[in-house]
């Protein structure tokens, strides 16, 4: 199986900073990558798919980046409804995984 | 506008088999590039995905759980069904279904979206 491995799994930050959370694959999945959000009670949303299309009524703060087996989700300046934890999620093989999760936390 | 709904037993005995449904609209799964997926989130912990299967009858499971899990689909009432045999408390999770798709350009890049709000099962005796 792929392994997806984020980093870091924690993170305090302030209203207005710059954040970025990165992904790694266990082997190369081109721009296989999707990244979620999921907030305490709801269910997750997709908010990157294809390592960096914003999926549609996404905020722009929220960009994606990389291929192969290192990625990145940036926020550019966080707002008070970003604090959830963020996950990547790889679909190059057919049996689709997670990483662990990023919980983003206020400082 | 696209909604799925879990449903199914809120609680199950250690080594009964869990079954959830699925039911979804907005779309149909006799449409090329559609799936559902399953996907779970046990306390505390990360999410999970399970299983998946497509608008072509293909499925595909998890590593770690195929021998466990089954899915199948009726289309004639837009639902999937997942069993999950041998249920444990380890299994306590909330189960969510999604919608599987894919944005093609030259290659096709399946995601889940819109998910649906899970269903909460706890594995007691």
């Known amino acids: 199986d792929i392994q997806m491995t984020q980093s870091p799994s924690s993170l305090s930050a302030s209203v207005g900073d710059r954040v970025t959370i990165t992904c790694r694959a266990s082997q190369g999945i081109s721009r296989y990558l999707n990244w979620y959000q999921k907030k305490l009670g709801k269910a997750p949303k997709l908010l990157i798919y294809a390592a960096s299309s914003l999926q549609s009524g996404v905020p722009s703060r929220f960009s994606g980046s990389g291929s192969g087996t290192d990625f990145t989700l940036t926020i550019s300046s966080l707002q008070p409804e970003d604090f959830a934890t963020y996950y990547c999620?790889?679909?190059?093989?057919?049996?689709?995984?997670f990483g662990q999760g990023t919980k983003l936390e206020i400082k | 506008q696209v909604t799925l709904k879990e449903s199914g037993p809120a609680l199950v005995k250690p080594t009964q088999t869990l079954t959830l449904t699925c039911t979804f609209s907005g779309f149909s799964l006799n449409t090329s590039l559609m799936s559902v997926s399953w996907i779970r989130q046990p306390p505390g912990k990360a999410l999970e995905w399970l299983a998946r299967i497509d608008w072509d009858d293909d499925k595909f499971y998890s590593r770690s759980l195929k021998t466990r899990l089954t899915i199948s689909k009726d289309t004639s009432k837009n639902q999937v069904v997942l069993t999950m045999t041998n249920m444990d408390a380890v299994d306590t999770a909330i189960y969510y279904c999604?919608?599987?798709?894919?944005?093609?350009?030259?290659?096709?890049?399946?995601?889940?979206?819109?998910w649906g709000q899970g269903t909460l099962v706890s594995v007691s005796s």
């Open positions: 999604a919608r599987t798709t894919a944005h093609c350009g030259g290659d096709c890049y399946y995601y889940l979206d819109p």
């Open positions: 999620q790889q679909t190059y093989s057919t049996m689709y995984t």
